[in-house]
């Protein structure tokens, strides 16, 4: 079943950066990095046909919904792989009034036996949002009524070891302004925990308090998040000292006047989330530590509930709206305390 079905190509990350033209970073910036093979990937064959123009009508909803760019294209592009490889490769449909349960099942059952269990709930999820909202908007039946939702067994994202970290360090050890700039974002990363499009969207102004996100003063950082909601986050003294040792060599960069933090070497733009992320694999590389940008933010929320900081202001700090994000960034801190409750309760301590 499915068997022809096109798999997805990896994803191409688009910057978010409005002010400008991106220029490449150095070769090995933009070096294309391995896939995994179950890793989530965007779909390739994305001609919908007649279910076309209901997906329209959907992404217009979603963004009167105020929903984030990279929200619209999860759930449309669900939609649009799920009609042009499925609907009309596996079944003479042509309406998504005739979509039964049937249908979904098969198409989840085939994600599942080509992808991760993560990625195949998450293609559901979009196909059920868009579901509901074709019933409540044209009255039609729901085919995924009563469907459950693919089961998904999570494992705890590993925080970083002291080791890990010394070794990330040393590869960004130096004054070249790569090395300083390099050296700097880790530092921020480690210390907020902030996504890598929040990271790469930083302004800077030096001139107009204003038109700057950055404040080193208060070791303060604006970011703006997902649905486009602001929010403050702090940094430490040791990510406030590396961002200044930035700052000084940033000066003297051909185009210092930019209004984005982070420019590129050789005097080039503002550098893309995809140039940050290319960067930090290639810094793992060289530190012999598996490392990408997100794992960060497994980090530091597991570092701040280890150390007993509130739950409630760690949703603020990461920008969640909803509690449920706390299970799964906080598995590992969980599991790190019981196993010292453990130690302490067995080992007869007061």
């Known amino acids: 079943m499915c068997a022809s079905v096109p798999r997805p190509v990896a994803p191409v990350c688009q910057s978010r950066n409005p002010d400008s033209v991106i220029s490449p970073e150095l070769p090995d910036e933009h070096e294309t990095t391995a896939v995994p093979k179950r890793r989530r990937r965007r779909p390739r064959q994305l001609d919908a046909g007649p279910f076309a123009a209901d997906v329209a009508s959907f992404r ?11 929200t619209i294209r999860i759930y449309t592009e669900a939609l649009l792989w799920f009609a042009a490889a499925y609907l009309l490769r596996e079944t003479d449909k042509t309406r998504w009034e005739q979509v039964d349960a049937q249908d979904v099942q098969r198409w989840v059952a085939w994600l599942l036996g080509s992808f991760s269990g993560a990625y195949a709930r998450q293609q559901y ?13 044209d009255q039609v039946h729901d085919p995924m009524a009563g469907l459950r939702e693919p089961a998904v067994r999570h494992k705890p994202v590993p925080f970083f070891t002291s080791v890990e970290l010394s070794r990330l360090e040393r590869a960004c050890r130096g004054s070249a302004f790569a090395q300083r700039r390099d050296a700097a974002i880790l530092a ?3 210390a907020t925990g902030i996504r890598l499009a929040e990271l790469a969207g ?11 996100d950055l404040d080193l003063d208060r070791r303060e950082i604006h970011v703006c998040g997902k649905g486009g909601r602001d929010r403050i986050v702090r940094i430490d003294h040791e990510a406030a000292r590396r961002v200044d040792r930035y700052l000084r060599v940033r000066a003297n960069h051909a185009q210092a006047s930019r209004s984005w933090l982070w420019l590129g070497v050789s005097n080039r733009g503002p550098v893309s989330a995809r140039g940050i992320y ?11 530590v598996h490392v ?3 794992r960060f933010r497994h980090h530091f929320s597991h570092t701040w509930l280890d150390r007993g900081g509130p739950e409630g202001d760690l949703m603020e700090l990461n920008g969640w709206v909803s509690p449920q994000m706390l299970t799964r960034y906080g598995a590992s801190a969980r ?13 007869g301590e007061p």
């Open 335 to 347: 599991a790190a305390r019981a196993r010292r409750t453990y130690d302490r309760i067995m080992d």
């Open 292 to 294: 990408y940008p997100h």
């Open 125 to 137: 999820r979009s196909l059920r949002q868009f579901f509901c909202w074709l019933a409540a908007e």
């Open 188 to 190: 921020v990363f480690r």
């Open 60 to 70: 217009l909803h979603l963004a009167a919904e105020n929903k984030a760019a990279g």
């Open 278 to 288: 290319e960067m930090i694999k290639r810094r793992g590389r060289q530190a012999g």
């Open 202 to 212: 930083i302004r800077y102004d030096p001139g107009d308090p204003d038109r700057s």
